[in-house]
């Protein structure tokens, strides 16, 4: 039972333009969500997060926006970079543990 | 500088043997965990610890196990028993916040294969 999903497994920007991310959730008891980002053979990075009680959370060319009734979040980089290619993982937070998707692969060109 | 690390890197081992996966952290945090990757899919939790010499299974603990006898190191073993051992593993460990997300952060990893 996936409670977090990332309906698209990649996604190609060009660079200067916007990348929107998607992530959905079940479960309505996460009350954190984050995003990390990941380059191949290395550990994840954090980005940003947002609490479940707020809609949005912005940091430099990062945002997050929440939308509670529809279970839906979603990171917006502006403007993306070729240097932002990588994988992008939405977490969810249910007591002490994280919850992750399956990822979306996004790739700048220049 | 602070940080976790993980080793070796690059790991094999043969069908029915035990291996240890290292994961050190100086953060001075209170909670470690274990990840597995799996191509096209997402993290996977195998054991957690919030404190020393206490730890939980994950979602998919069968054929692992853990021990957390010092704050900063929470090794991992694969034993024989786990069916499908090769995978990239990360740790991870925060400080419990309820007020920022218990923000986990990563080691760089190790890639296990099964030969």
């Known amino acids: 039972d996936q409670q977090v999903k990332q309906n698209s497994p990649s996604l190609s920007v060009q660079e200067g333009r916007i990348s929107i991310l998607n992530c959905d959730y079940t479960?309505?008891?996460?009350?954190?969500f984050l995003w990390y980002k990941k380059y191949p053979a290395e550990g994840p990075t954090f980005l940003i997060s947002?609490?479940?009680?707020?809609d949005k959370n912005e940091d430099g060319r990062f945002t997050v926006f929440l939308n509670k009734s529809a279970k839906h979040l979603s990171l917006h980089i502006v403007p993306s970079q070729p240097g932002d290619s990588a994988v992008y993982f939405c977490?969810?937070?249910?007591?002490?543990?994280?919850?992750f998707g399956a990822g979306t692969i996004l790739r700048v060109k220049s | 500088d602070g940080g976790i690390t993980q080793s070796p890197k690059y790991l094999f081992r043969k069908e029915g043997q035990n291996v240890t996966l290292s994961c050190e952290q100086n953060?001075?945090?209170?909670?470690m965990y274990w990840y597995r990757q799996d191509p096209g899919q997402g993290l996977r939790l195998i054991y957690y610890?919030?404190?020393?010499?206490?730890?939980q299974k994950g979602d998919i603990a069968e054929g692992y196990s853990v021990s957390r006898e010092k704050k900063e190191s929470f090794p991992l073993t694969v034993t024989s028993a786990q069916k499908n051992p090769t995978a990239f593993y990360l740790c991870?460990?925060?400080?419990?916040?309820?007020?920022?997300?218990?923000?986990?952060?990563f080691g760089p990893g190790t890639r296990l294969t099964v030969l």
């Open positions: 991870a460990s925060s400080n419990p916040d309820r007020g920022t997300g218990d923000t986990q952060y």
């Open positions: 479960n309505s008891m996460f009350d954190y």
């Open positions: 947002i609490s479940s009680i707020k």
């Open positions: 977490a969810a937070r249910y007591g002490n543990k994280l919850v």
């Open positions: 953060l001075n945090h209170d909670a």
């Open positions: 610890s919030q404190i020393v010499n206490d730890f």
